[in-house]
């Protein structure tokens, strides 16, 4: 497993889980313009909408009637004997969709890291994501494991196979796989209708939002991981499909790399009119600029058009990713003439 060092600047780890990878095929990690709906606390409420119809809608018990086998990221078939009364998540992402499901009461061991809705504070923890306490989580008597490739080790992932756990490894590389891995956990889980529907609400509302989007002009952006040393984001990665969705262009997205380490020079260069920073890498866009000071002649500089967004509604695919990609259109468009 190779790991991309950490921003010496990062003051909260939950969120930034998309740092460690590990993955068993890998060496490494049009038409007339519709209203921006529901960004802020309009998409919130909706969001909540959502994720209190899925897990009260309908007749749950004749849902939970079956269960059937389901392929996960690593090309497992996972087949459980019964639907998994008691299931533990290894991801903060897979707490949250689990959540969004109604599976709240079958959840029995979470993370460190799992903070997310806050009555997930009630649940036991098992440690953290790249070292759980697997002494704790066998403890538990889980029907299944969710773990992820984004977090989580192989060799913990080797450690629960050999100790005879049920165990489903989910990996979302962009927003397509979110809400795939939503269907998958939902059919997984016995909640395959709940899944379906939430997947479909999300999908349709991530779909408006990048209609609008593509209306605007794109925004050359710079979405910075860390400010000590500069960090960015290669093409290929998630949090460059948001920004292309949002209607920006990635100004490092001609990196060969994932998370490439920039110079100021390469950035006084390549010009961002908007720098996209997440919460867990900087307080405030002073704190942006002092790190970036001698580029005042860079657009995003001069203009002020620094951001802060909120890590975990960016890093985290789950069902808040939609959340994400409307805070990163708000900070590359002007939305204040539009119907909120």
């Known amino acids: 497993m190779k790991l991309l060092p950490r ?22 990690p049009s038409g007339s313009a519709p209203s921006l709906p529901c960004i802020g606390m309009r998409l919130r409420a909706y969001l909540w909408i959502v994720l209190f119809l899925s897990s009260c809608g309908g007749d749950r018990s004749s849902e939970l009637a079956t269960v059937h086998p389901v392929a996960d990221d690593m090309g497992r078939t996972v087949s459980l004997p019964h639907v998994p009364g008691r299931i533990v998540s290894l991801s903060p992402h897979v707490t949250e ?6 599976l709240d009461s079958s959840i029995v061991g979470v993370t460190d890291y799992c903070d997310f809705p806050p009555s997930v504070r009630n649940i036991p923890r098992v440690g953290g994501l790249s070292n759980p306490n697997l002494e704790k989580l066998v403890e538990l008597g889980p029907d299944v494991v969710i773990m992820t490739v984004s977090g989580n080790t192989r060799q913990d992932f080797e450690s629960l196979e050999r100790l005879n756990l049920a165990v489903f490894v989910t990996n979302p590389r962009n927003l397509s796989g979110v809400f795939d891995s939503i269907r998958r956990i939902g059919v997984l889980t ?7 529907s939430l997947a479909s609400l999300l999908r349709k509302r991530a779909d408006s939002l990048t209609a609008f989007a593509a209306t605007r002009r794109n925004i050359p952006t710079l979405f910075l991981l860390s400010i ?5 984001i290669g093409k290929e990665t998630f949090l460059d499909e948001l ?6 262009t990635n100004v490092s997205s001609g990196s ?9 020079e390469e950035i006084l260069q390549r010009a961002p009119e908007v720098i996209v920073v997440s919460s867990d890498v900087a307080a405030s866009p002073d704190d942006v600029a002092h790190a970036l000071r001698g580029l005042s002649t860079v657009p995003a500089v001069a203009h002020k058009r620094i951001t802060i967004v909120e890590a975990d509604l960016v890093s985290r695919p789950g069902p808040r990713i939609v959340d994400g990609l409307a805070t990163i259109i708000k900070a590359l468009h002007d939305t204040s003439g539009l119907r909120h």
């Open 243 to 248: 920004i292309r969705l949002a209607g920006g």
């Open 97 to 102: 969709i689990l959540f969004a499901l109604g």
């Open 7 to 28: 921003s010496r600047n990062n003051r909260s780890s939950p969120s930034s889980s998309y740092f460690y990878w590990f993955d068993p095929t890998r060496t490494a």
């Open 256 to 264: 060969s790399i994932a998370y490439p380490l920039l110079s100021k």
């Open 228 to 232: 000590q040393p500069i960090i960015s």
């Open 190 to 196: 016995g909640r395959a209708q709940a899944g379906d």
